[in-house]
């Protein structure tokens, strides 16, 4: 492994600049750049919570919830703080992404009520919202992982959104989802990019060892457009299992 890039060592990238006048610089504006994304998507929640609460809570309860006993709902609502918080975060962006509100037979795209909406939103953040409802959310393989660092991952099997194996291995900075990961294990993610470079959603779908091969098989057997729902109700079903 490589050893730390210090700031006044010569930057890697070969351009004869000291790190702190050159790629550290791009990072931070990333970083600035990922910061107005995710205050963007919390803008969303917030705006969808106060004008659509009914309709929130009718989709939570009829399309998040479907299928689902009232013990497991209500193991899922009482869970420890980090599960919970995975789970809020899991749904939230699902709702954003590809949630529907259905009104008098109408169903309302919520990503569509949110940027029809008089939010204060950049050009760069009402594309970022946009994207997230474009990027599939696919099932990988962790392949390499430094913990606090970055980690890389490569599509499971053949994915019905593509339509074609994907063998690309996909390197992604990120301090806080490389700890939750280590080499071999198998996630659910939602792939993004700000300035062309890779990153996750925020949500997360961690599948254990023992289940990768029955999920894969069913997901095998739908198509693109029944892919995030079959990946979600499944993950949501251990979750409940094992609480």
């Keep these: 492994m490589a050893s730390k890039v210090h700031r006044n060592d010569p930057c890697f ?3 004869g600049k000291k790190y702190k006048k050159c790629c550290m610089l791009e990072a931070r504006e990333l970083s600035a750049v990922r910061a107005a994304n995710r205050e963007a998507v919390q ?6 919570t106060g004008q659509h609460g009914d309709a929130l809570t009718k989709w939570v309860q009829g399309k998040w919830f479907k299928g689902m006993s009232e013990d497991e709902r209500k193991g899922l609502a009482t869970a ?3 599960i919970k918080h995975v789970h809020d975060t899991n749904l939230l962006e699902y709702l954003i992404a590809e949630g529907f509100f259905e009104d008098d037979g109408d169903a309302q795209p919520v990503l569509q009520l949110i940027l029809d909406a008089a939010l204060d939103l ?3 953040q009402r594309e970022y919202l946009q994207q997230l409802g474009t990027r599939p959310l696919l099932l990988y393989r962790v392949s390499q992982c430094a913990a606090g660092e970055r980690f ?3 599509a499971c099997g053949e994915t019905k959104n593509y339509g074609e194996t994907k063998t690309e291995i996909i390197t992604i900075e990120d301090r806080w989802m490389s700890r939750m990961l280590d080499p071999g294990d198998v996630v659910g993610l939602r792939l993004m990019q700000t300035g062309g470079i890779w990153e996750t959603s925020g949500a997360v779908y961690h599948i254990p060892d023992d289940y990768v091969a029955s999920l894969s098989a069913e997901l095998e057997t739908v198509d693109a457009a029944d892919y995030s729902r079959t990946l979600i109700h499944y993950w949501l079903g251990l979750v409940a299992a094992h609480i």
């Design 80 to 82: 420890d703080p980090s």
């Design 43 to 48: 803008d969303a929640v917030n705006w969808i």
């Design 152 to 154: 890389s991952l490569q």
């Design 13 to 15: 990238c070969g351009s």
């Design 122 to 124: 950049t050009d760069a």
